[in-house]
């Protein structure tokens, strides 16, 4: 991944306004929590990348079924909020 990429993404305005909400009820700031959510949907996309890259790289046949699964969970792992 680049480092000076820039993600843009669309968050539907019912979602944005129920987040609003709730910050502002919590006395937060909407703009972290928008934040946060987009950094889990990157870090899943860049998961997904890598666990596509190694399975397209492995030769047919050669990945073992506890290797994939253990992409898998490396995959999960990856996805989780920090």
Do not use: C, F, H
Request: net charge positive; aromatic share 2%.
């Amino acid at each position: 991944m680049r480092k000076d990429a820039v993600y843009r993404m669309r968050v539907p305005k019912k979602t944005l306004a129920a987040i609003k909400r709730v910050a502002a009820a919590r006395g937060e700031d909407a703009s972290e929590w928008g934040r946060a959510i987009i950094e889990t949907e990157v870090r899943r996309d860049l998961a997904a990348i890598q666990l596509r890259e190694q399975l397209l790289a492995a030769k047919p046949g050669s990945l073992t079924e506890e290797e994939a699964v253990d992409l898998v969970n490396e995959a999960k792992r990856a996805t989780r909020a920090r």
